[in-house]
């Protein structure tokens, strides 16, 4: 796959999406790592901060896509108020540190693209990956790498064609994550019901503009 | 209630026709999606209830998680539902209780106002009328003991909050270039 190529739809389970309708993951492949940001991409988290004021983060759970994220953590038995969403959590980051301080370019793209759009992104190393990606429940047994035990068997993971690389929104298995070894990088989203398809692309088009930039 | 919500709970046959388990029935996703529908409706309330009540502190909003990322059963979801529900309706009562100490506070501004010396020393801040900033309105008299001794009481209102970013710092390197620049003896 090029850095050309379009956000491609992964694949979800038949029970899944059985039980919760509208559940999407899309995906692209960036023949690239992470790094240091560049200058121009530091000065657009500056910018970035200094439009995402109080009053924004204080309505955000008010707006159509950033609420979807939050009624669907309640669907999945996560308190959003527990464990935030991603928007919320980078909302939350502003406020705490007064701006984005730039971590490097993928974290830089990823808080880029969830602040501008509201939708969950996550990262995966596109060498550690075999196949496409998809959702599905975890089998009895079945562990998340670097995580000790078995994950409860029924626990949404994000998978590729041979085993987990995620908790859904939580942790990333060990080594599947993007490193500073990473030559290809997966930008992943993360699509709930009410979430429209063309904020999905536009979310991956963000980070990936950011990556190329 | 899974009538109520248009689940089909008939199973219909006779009794020994249908094995005891099948009686109860296990297809209840009908009865998620409507859970689910009511939670995605109740989120949306306590959400605005949220954002209204912002910026007032020590409203209990949590609601709680029953553990996951998973597929939730009906019982679960429903546990969520009406954990929502009540906290909903807790918010909503701690709001209305607020409001009313609040609108009485406002009145009591008024009338600080109006008559300054009858309400010798009182403060009220922003916070006791349910706004945000750092303002106060505070009862004092004029020429402090003089004032005080003669019944000259005013309201006086504070100048906010202090500035975000502080007093400007002595600039060493500022200091530098102006000695730089002075003219040498």
């Known amino acids: 796959m090029s850095s050309e190529a379009v956000p491609e739809r992964g694949w979800i389970a038949e029970d899944v999406s059985e039980e919760l309708a509208g559940l999407g993951v899309h995906y692209l492949v960036l023949d690239q790592g992470s ?4 200058r121009a991409v ?22 159509a896509i950033p609420w979807a994220y939050r009624v669907f953590f309640r669907h999945i038995g996560l308190d959003p108020d527990e464990q935030r969403t991603p928007v919320e959590e980078v909302a939350l980051e502003r406020m705490k540190k007064g701006g984005f301080p730039s971590q490097n370019l993928l974290d830089d793209a990823l808080t880029i693209a969830i602040a501008e759009s509201g939708v969950a992104l996550r990262a995966f190393d596109a060498d550690r990956v075999e196949g496409r990606l998809g959702i599905r429940l975890s089998l009895p047994g079945e562990p998340l790498e670097g995580r000790p035990g078995e994950l409860p068997p029924g626990t949404l993971v994000i998978a590729d064609e041979a085993r987990p690389l995620a908790l859904m929104f939580g942790a990333i298995g060990s080594g599947r994550g993007v490193s500073s070894k990473t030559k290809r990088t997966i930008l992943c989203a993360i699509q709930v019901r009410g979430v429209p398809d063309i904020a999905v ?6 980070a990936a503009g950011v990556m190329r930039s | 209630m899974a009538e109520a919500l248009g689940y089909e709970t008939a199973v219909g046959g006779g009794r020994g026709e249908v094995p005891l388990d099948l009686l109860v029935t296990t297809d209840d996703r009908p009865l998620r999606d409507e859970l689910r529908r009511q939670i995605a409706r109740l989120e949306q309330q306590l959400s605005e209830l949220w954002t209204s009540a912002f910026p007032r502190k020590g409203i ?4 709680g998680a029953v553990g996951g990322p998973r597929i939730l059963g009906a019982a679960e979801l429903e546990r969520i539902r009406d954990a929502l529900l009540i906290r909903i309706r807790e918010a909503q009562t ?16 008024e009338r600080m106002i109006a008559e300054p010396a009858s309400y010798p020393w009182v403060q009220v801040s922003n916070d006791d009328v349910g706004d945000r900033d750092c303002k106060h ?28 970013e502080g007093l400007a710092a002595s600039n060493p390197d500022g200091k530098e270039a102006q000695e730089a620049s002075a003219p040498s003896a």
Request: with cysteine; aromatic share 8%; proline share 4%.
């Open chain 1, 35 to 38: 790094g240091r940001s560049p």
């Open chain 1, 42 to 63: 530091k000065d657009r988290l500056k910018e970035l901060a200094a439009r995402f004021s109080g009053a924004q983060a204080v309505n955000l759970r008010q707006q």
């Open chain 1, 201 to 206: 692309e536009e979310a991956i088009w963000l």
């Open chain 2, 60 to 63: 209990d909003w949590s609601v």
């Open chain 2, 94 to 109: 701690e709001i209305a209780r607020r409001a009313d100490v609040e609108e009485q506070n406002r009145g009591l501004v």
């Open chain 2, 137 to 164: 309105w505070h009862s004092r008299p004029r020429f402090g003991i003089l004032g005080m001794l003669l019944g000259w009481w005013r309201v006086k209102l504070s100048s906010g909050c202090p500035l975000a």
